[in-house]
């Protein structure tokens, strides 16, 4: 059996089972979340024949950052349940393979022990109801290191989940969610989710932060163009893995369109959800995605192996992505083009 395909149940062995149900989840009747991989498997490819494919180039780069294969990790929260060292252990995997990493607002290690591991990172950031309150963690994250902000853009509510059983919430510990604010930083009611963001708020992140920002939760090629419009120098195309609305489309369904919308702009385009073989990667890259994220295998992985699990699985989807790459009869990463996926 193909390794990665083993992880998720040798995590569940590990895992308590309400940190196990919570990784998978999705929300409401899950029927987003459980169609992900699927969508991608159901695209067909158009390979080329009698090119030279003696040599296959992976590296690439997404806002300037080199990465050996064009595959990252997406941001999680609760990874200190995965792995007692948590985002330093993901970091560690990740800068083994030369990737890089999503940082969640809720990540449950400081941003400067995130940073001090030596690999690239993202700040996930959730804006809050008290502005004041994402300022103090945006600075955190800007003296940490983070080389951009990734504005989760498609969370105006959190997505209501279905438990039977005792949530996470009632089984983890605090620590383990809200590492970058000091207690008396923030009351309760100031980290509601804000719901009256527009696409200015990409730039109040640019001129906060210094850095590039980009937009997380793209389905549709209208709102692609209006980040892009506004300033953004990145979109992910996502659902958040299927944990909010319940019933949006697919991403590997809504790629093609945002990745038209872009067509031109200097705005990088990036995807996930229910990505799991090299073939998938293929069709993302064909369709239009500079780069991908993994989220669940990076939990599963973490959890399994470790900071080892992590490097293995970012090695082993570019091991697939380079054979897919021979079969389709292309040898560059920048040579992959929409024509090779049937539609
Ligand atoms: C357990 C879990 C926690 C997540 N936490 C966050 C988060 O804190 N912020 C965020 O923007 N996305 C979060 N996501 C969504 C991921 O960044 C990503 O969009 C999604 O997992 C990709 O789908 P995949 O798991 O099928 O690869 C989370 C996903 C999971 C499974």
Redesign the pocket.
Known sequence: MRWIDTLEAAAAEKLPEPVHR??RQGSAGGITAGE?VAAWGSYRFRPHILTDVSAVDLRTTVLGTPLDVPVMV?????QRQADPAGERAMAEGVAAANSLL?V???AGTTFADIGAVGAPWWL?IYVVKNRDVTLKMLDKAVEGGARAVVL?ADTPVVGRKEDDGPTIWEVIPPEHLLANLDEDEYEADDLGKADDLTPDVIGWLAERTGLPVVV?GVLRGDDAKRCADAGAAGVIV?N??G?QLDGAISTARALPEVAEALSGSSTELYV????RRGEHVLAALALGARAI?????A?WALTVSGSAGVTRLIGDLGVELEHAMRLIGVPELASLSPDLVER
């Open positions: 919570y990784f992900a997406a941001p999680t929260t609760l999503g969640s607002s809720n996930q989760t997380k996502s958040h893995g944990r996930d959800g229910g990505i994220f993994v989220g669940r295998p939990l």
